[in-house]
């Protein structure tokens, strides 16, 4: 028992060492404004350093450009709406504001979805063991805010008989597989006849033709209603600022996968379309060390996901609310 | 301020019946809005009634062409065209042979039977056997090759190559390999496109002690108050 | 009646803010008072805006808190106006058409205050833009929420648009046509109801959330905005009649008490319906409620809330059924007030908080709103106070003076 709780204990402390360590550095070092300064926009006040880099010799240009790229960003349009030629000029935008506010050199990719393709997922019930290796895989490919332990996949630890998440136990921190529990994890369902995307009043979320359900952070208002509508937990909101060690950063991105999401919007799992519409895997698939996770193409005949829907029992979660999911649960 | 007594009789009831027939006259009126409501949902709600989604993907049986996914990279890890076929036809496992660390293991058991002051200990005694029922756990001849040590051999005393080891796997854990061969079981090594490339059995399980070993958890989910 | 020659448009807004900005010792230092909540509120804004919804007690569970529950019962106090338009337009009751213009004064109040709350709610505000169509894209007719923000809109333009009219006209020293106003009257009752129905249809069009996604939520909702809105009007008449020269006939009183009543017995009729539905025999559907009546896995805090509400507002109805004062202002009153807390309570926190709760797999986390939120909502409903004491001084005013 305290074995655990020393190892969470450290988890922990491990997760708070970074901004604790950036701020007593700074706070050490109160002869160098600038450094200071330096290092509070790698940490949390992000907003108030762009006030600032105002003072630093020969960063007024720098600055003026900054506000004019803010101003293209706020005034453009859905991404839906966009041309191609938009889509590029806005990814660009967002590289060099991202390159400008924090030094981050990122790749930000518009990929279209690929054609004759929508993508379905299983999970294996009976092989996963509750090692987390998908949580922590995503969390890294998706800047998911360390702060708030945002987290799109959650593992829930089942006894069995029953088959409902809720009764079952997402909080654990013990030693895994235990003896007679099985394992089940969940995530964005990404249904066909998703209740999030008809709630959202301003269309900035919604089913791509490969399946995926997006959000266009920079469209959102940050109203709620689609997490209200979700049945099965599976949208997360930005509460504050996101925080991401610098260093961790994910910087292969898409513009509706897992780019930097300011403040005060919704995100979700987006099948890691950074990922998978180069062909890849999402990060949770290549992350599983038991092969319970399986994803491919639905229309493809040959594909693993086909294969699990016709020779697996198969079943979906809430199926009764007809929302369609395209993620599948099954027993071996 | 007194506004109570009433002072004509009867004066309570007639304003509760002119009330209750406004009320209801203009509940009607409201009704107006019902309709309109309705008909969107019902007319949201039939379309999505149409076509049930699982039949539509079901009766997609044109080949796609994986391949066809332009940005799928060739896999850094050496790869062996495995000898069975999967519903998509010919595919590819990772190799096996390079990832142990003594092979070839011709290279210390030949003609000559090894001799050497604890030599199996310092070779070979890292190796726990946990494969098998317990207490009769399987020995290493049960699917090391007894004389051509560079080989496995199945219960059929066919010589199967260390790269091939789901065929030996296979003869008892049949279901498992079915599965296995279909999708269901094990994991596709990095892209769901392009050429199927699968991980082998022994690219996740010790072949000498195939079940995963207990630990904690990569992380846990905090409560969120 | 000549001197009102030299009036225009110009002359009748910089009279409404003179007569406003004058006063008594005791009005300014009101005024003062809630410029001060209001102060308060864009000072703990600032933290939300710096900071992000982070700073309130709100979380990826429960999603919506304070002011999504201030928002929804608001809007049924908004929705309440037309108990007074009704019988005064359509009835052509005397009394009640004194009295009408205070009762638009206070929906328009309500829905300024539902509009901020659902502001403030916004994790993105500047971008709400997004939803003028046009400019941006308004997801109509499929999210229920667009149909939310055209109704409350078009009903903030109604309640203001006719009042103004017929007090420019009584400003004017003419009367009001009403050939030109009478259809937007009818329109605005059809859209009172149509306000409450579709902010209920916002909760109820929802199958993950088993309590709320309950057909009897719109009729409920109805219910007991016609409790809670006349019972404030009730109260504000009541001001009124006491500290100005604006005397109320107290037959309005008694038709108020009456349409109170007969609204507080249905919506506790269909609590009872609700409770009944819940308990007799528990779903997996019930688990909200029981976490609202009695509390799951040691998370109670909601549990005394509720019933308080349930006890209050049952009392407070018995009292304004069977009068025991018969008719004396000193016991209606005090159970106009209790009534409105109790519904507020009920319908605000006990409505929202446990409709997420606990989430959709299963978890359960308590909600205590932040200062932060405290302090915004004190704000909005200062700035709400301030619309409504606007607006109906100048009406008394002009109104007073048409009747001379």
């Known amino acids: 028992m305290s074995l655990q709780d020393n190892e969470k204990e450290m988890e922990k402390d491990k997760e708070n ?30 907003a108030s350093a762009t006030l600032v880099t105002g003072c630093v010799p020969g960063a007024d240009a720098a600055v003026s450009g900054e506000m004019r790229l803010r101003w293209q960003e706020f005034f453009k349009k859905n991404y839906r709406l966009m041309t191609e030629e938009e889509k590029e000029q806005t990814v660009s935008r967002l590289e060099r504001l991202a390159a400008l506010k924090d030094g981050l050199e990122l790749q930000i990719g518009s990929e279209p979805p690929l054609p004759k393709v929508l993508y379905g997922y299983a999970f294996n019930i009976t092989r996963c063991e509750g090692f987390m290796e998908c949580v922590t895989a995503c969390i890294k490919e998706n800047n998911l805010d360390r702060k708030t332990h945002t987290q799109y996949i959650r593992i ?33 369902f990404h249904c066909e006849n998703a209740p999030c995307t008809k709630a959202c009043p301003t269309k900035a979320t919604w089913r791509e033709p490969d399946g995926i359900v997006v959000v266009d952070y920079d469209w959102c208002i940050g109203c709620r209603y689609c997490q209200a509508a979700c049945p099965y937990f599976g949208r997360r909101f930005n509460w504050g600022k996101a925080e991401i060690p610098k260093e961790e950063i994910t910087t292969k991105q898409h513009y509706l996968g897992n780019r930097l999401r300011p403040m005060g919007k919704m995100e979700k799992c987006t099948f890691c379309i950074q990922r998978t519409r180069k062909g890849r895997l999402p990060a949770c698939v290549e992350a599983c060390p038991t092969g319970s996770r399986v994803f491919g193409n639905l229309l493809d005949p040959d594909s693993e996901i086909r294969y699990v ?12 609310l007809g929302t369609e999911p395209k993620f599948w649960y099954f027993i071996d | 301020m007194n506004f109570g007594e009433n002072k004509r009789e009867g004066n309570k009831r007639t304003t509760m019946k002119t009330l209750m027939n406004g009320m209801a006259r203009w509940l009607w009126g409201s009704f107006l809005l019902i309709p ?37 990279q060739p896999v850094p890890q050496p790869t062996v065209v495995a000898k069975e076929e999967y519903q998509g ?55 090391h090759h007894p004389q051509d040590r560079d080989a496995l051999e199945d219960k059929k005393g066919r010589k199967i190559d260390f790269d091939h080891s789901y065929q030996l796997c296979g003869q008892c854990h049949f279901r498992q390999k079915r599965d296995w061969l279909g999708g269901a079981h094990g994991k596709r090594v990095s892209y769901w496109a392009g050429e199927r490339i699968i991980f082998n059995c022994t690219t996740c399980h010790d072949p000498h002690a195939p079940r995963f070993a207990k630990r904690f958890p990569a992380t846990y989910s905090v409560p969120l108050n | 009646m000549s001197a009102h020659t030299n009036r225009n448009v110009r002359t009748f807004i910089i009279d409404v803010f003179r007569w406003n900005l ?112 046009g400019i941006g894209i308004f997801n109509f007719p499929s999210s229920i929420l667009a149909w939310d923000v055209l109704v409350l809109n078009g009903y903030l333009l109604l309640n203001a648009l006719v009042p103004a009219y017929i007090l420019y006209s009584h400003y004017m020293g003419r009367k009001a046509n009403e050939k030109l ?8 009752i059809f859209w009172a109801f149509s306000i409450h129905m579709v902010t209920a249809f916002l909760y109820q069009g929802l199958p993950a959330r088993p309590f709320w996604n309950n057909p009897l ?23 009124i009649h006491n500290f100005t020269s604006y005397k109320i006939d107290r037959s309005v009183f008694n038709k108020l008490r009456l349409i109170i009543v007969i609204s507080a017995i249905i919506n506790l009729l269909m609590l009872f319906s609700e409770i009944f539905k819940e308990f007799y025999f528990p779903t997996h559907h019930s688990s909200a409620a029981v976490y609202l009546f009695f509390g799951m896995d040691g998370h109670d805090s909601l549990v005394p809330w509720i019933w308080t509400s349930v006890c209050v507002n049952l009392a407070a109805t018995l009292v304004l059924a069977f009068n025991p004062g018969k008719n004396n202002p000193k016991v209606l009153l005090p159970a106009c007030v209790f009534l409105f807390v109790a519904i507020w309570m009920e319908k605000g926190i006990g409505l929202i908080v446990p409709g997420l709760i606990p989430s959709p797999l299963g978890e359960i986390v308590d909600y205590l709103p932040t200062w932060v939120e405290l302090t915004v909502t004190l704000g909005i409903f200062a700035l709400g106070i301030t619309v409504v004491s606007w607006l109906i001084r100048a009406a008394l005013i002009i109104e007073e003076r048409y009747e001379h």
Not at chain 1, 309 to 320: A, G, I, Q, S, Y
Not at chain 2, 46 to 68: N, Q, Y
Not at chain 3, 217 to 239: E, H, T
Request: hydrophobic share 45%; with cysteine; net charge positive.
């Open chain 1, 17 to 46: 060492k970074n901004t604790n360590e950036i701020l007593a550095d700074a706070l050490a070092d109160k002869s160098s404004r600038r450094s200071f300064i330096k290092n509070l926009s790698i940490g949390a006040a992000a």
């Open chain 1, 309 to 320: 829907l016709k020779h697996k029992k198969v079943f979906r979660m809430k199926e009764e």
């Open chain 3, 217 to 239: 939520l719109g009729p409920r909702f109805l219910a007991s905005a016609f409790a809670a809105g006349p019972a404030l009007i009730a109260l504000i008449l009541a001001v």
């Open chain 2, 89 to 143: 036809g010919q595919f590819r496992v990772l190799a096996r042979k390079e990832q142990i660390e003594r092979h070839k293991c011709s290279n210390c058991h030949g003609e000559k039977e090894v001799k050497g002051k604890n030599a199996f200990t310092l070779t070979h005694g890292n190796v726990v056997v946990q494969h098998g029922r317990e207490g009769s756990e399987l020995a290493c001849i049960d699917c």
């Open chain 1, 156 to 188: 829930f630890e089942m006894e069995p008989g029953q088959l409902d998440p809720s009764t079952g136990d997402g909080k654990y921190f013990h030693e895994v597989p235990v003896e007679n529990k099985f394992y089940m994890g969940t995530q964005c």
């Open chain 2, 36 to 72: 309109a409501l309705l008909l969107v949902c019902v007319g949201t709600g039939a379309a999505s009634e149409k076509k049930p989604f699982l039949d539509t993907i079901k009766s997609v049986d044109a080949p796609f062409d994986s391949r066809s996914v332009q940005q799928v």
């Open chain 3, 22 to 133: 004058r006063g008594g010792i005791g009005f300014q230092l009101f005024r003062l008072l809630l410029l001060g909540c209001m102060a308060m509120g864009i000072y703990a804004y600032s933290f939300q805006a710096r900071f992000g919804l982070s700073v309130t007690g709100m979380n990826d569970i429960i999603s919506w808190g304070f002011y999504i529950s201030n928002f929804t019962f608001l809007v049924g106090v908004a929705a309440a106006a037309v108990m007074l338009i009704l019988p005064a337009y359509v009835f052509h009751d005397p009394n009640f058409h004194r009295v009408v213009i205070i009762g638009e004064g206070v929906a328009v109040g309500a829905l300024v205050m539902c509009l901020s709350f659902i502001v403030v709610d916004l994790g993105g505000p500047l971008q709400a833009w997004h939803l003028i169509p």
């Open chain 3, 181 to 188: 106003y009478r259809p937007f009257v009818f329109l605005s």
